[in-house]
């Protein structure tokens, strides 16, 4: 079982690193070429390594007469930490909605439903962090004068740009929505989803904030940020906590909740409606 360890720490090691780059990407910084080089190698080690121990395993669960498909849940469970699944099925996620972005589709809009957009403070952000991150692909590959080296930083490269424009994917094809019913789905690309009952909500107000903090930020007093290009722009008072879940699978709870609408007036006038 110290493979097992070995894996799930490392595994965990990494976390953070993706995080922090994942941090980075959504406020607009762009980490300089070692350090995302660095990181990339160090999570293809770490993919390298947990993919050796869920095969010893998965043959393990196997021998044990487990079928298919409960043997390699069983591996994944034992060797991977539900924060790292929780991250990766994030990224397939948002590599997945480059797909619905290219056929102009939205995921979770219905007939009836308003689709409310909340990418226009990061869209231009987003495209020239692309093209910083294009003309230093292409710089690198003119100075790096070794193949094999070449070929790796290219990998890492397009990783990083498929990685961003993923993200911003993500972000166009899942707008907030509000359902015939007066309920809202409040989301930031694959990373948040949170549905609102609209017998929870109070009051619904158009309120422009600049807020510091991350992506999500939950003040002690219970009022959740969802902080999209450094602002808000709709704020929610509910008549009780209503609990959310944190990318990374942490249970929360807010009674107030301030997040950003493209067109804040459209949503907010859609929630006083009557049913």
Do not use: K
Not at 25 to 34: E, T
Not at 92 to 103: C, K, Y
Not at 136 to 156: C, D, K, Q, S, Y
Request: a positive charge.
């Amino acid at each position: 079982m110290s493979g097992v360890r070995t894996a799930r720490v490392a595994a965990a090691a990494v976390l953070s690193g993706e995080l922090a780059l994942a941090a980075c990407l959504v406020a607009g910084v762009r980490p300089p070429g070692w350090a995302l080089a660095g990181a990339e190698a160090l999570v293809l080690a770490v993919l390298l390594l947990e993919a050796r121990v869920l095969r010893s395993l998965y043959a393990a669960a196997r021998a044990g007469g487990a079928d298919p498909r409960a043997a390699r849940r069983a591996a994944v469970e034992q060797a991977v930490p539900v924060a790292v699944r929780r991250l990766v099925l994030h990224e397939l996620r948002a590599v997945a909605s480059l797909a619905r972005w290219v056929r102009r589709r939205t995921h979770g809009v219905r007939p009836g439903d308003l689709a409310v957009a909340y990418t226009a403070p990061q869209t231009a952000m987003m495209y020239g962090m692309l093209f910083v991150m294009a003309v230093e692909t292409v710089g690198l590959a003119l100075l790096i004068p070794w193949p094999v080296v070449h070929r790796v930083f290219l990998v890492l490269d397009l990783y990083g740009l498929v990685l961003v424009l993923a993200l911003h994917a993500a972000c166009v094809t899942r707008p907030h929505v509000v359902r015939p019913d007066g309920s809202l789905r409040i989301r930031y690309g694959a990373l948040f989803d949170l549905v609102v009952p609209r017998d929870a909500v109070v009051s619904a107000r158009v309120d422009r904030r600049y807020p510091d903090g991350r992506l999500i930020s939950l003040s002690d007093d219970g009022v959740l940020d969802l902080i999209v290009g450094s602002q808000t722009s709709v704020t929610l008072e509910l008549n009780r906590p209503l609990p959310f879940t944190r990318p990374l699978g942490a249970p929360e709870g807010a009674h107030t909740i301030r997040f950003h609408a493209d067109d804040p007036r459209a949503l907010v006038d859609a929630l006083r409606r009557p049913v």
